[in-house]
């Protein structure tokens, strides 16, 4: 991951290339850019080497 506070957490895009849009997980802030959302959405896993104590977050188990 760059140091750039504006750049993608998973692509390393930066928003001088692609919008970004900012997301917080556990008190540290990310960004992501629109094409990688659903990995961020639905397998976040993915993003585990990435953000540091994310294997605390329960996975989707679906809607009730």
Excluded at 1 to 18: E, G
Excluded at 31 to 44: K, N, R, S
Aim: proline share 9%.
């Amino acid at each position: 991951m760059a140091n750039h506070p504006s750049t993608y957490i998973y692509c390393d895009q930066s928003d001088q290339t692609v919008p970004l849009v900012l997301f917080q997980c556990q008190g540290k802030q990310y960004w992501t850019c629109p094409q990688h959302q659903p990995i961020l959405i639905h397998t976040t896993v993915q993003l585990a080497d990435k953000m540091p104590g994310l294997e605390l977050v329960r996975p989707y188990e679906g809607h009730s």
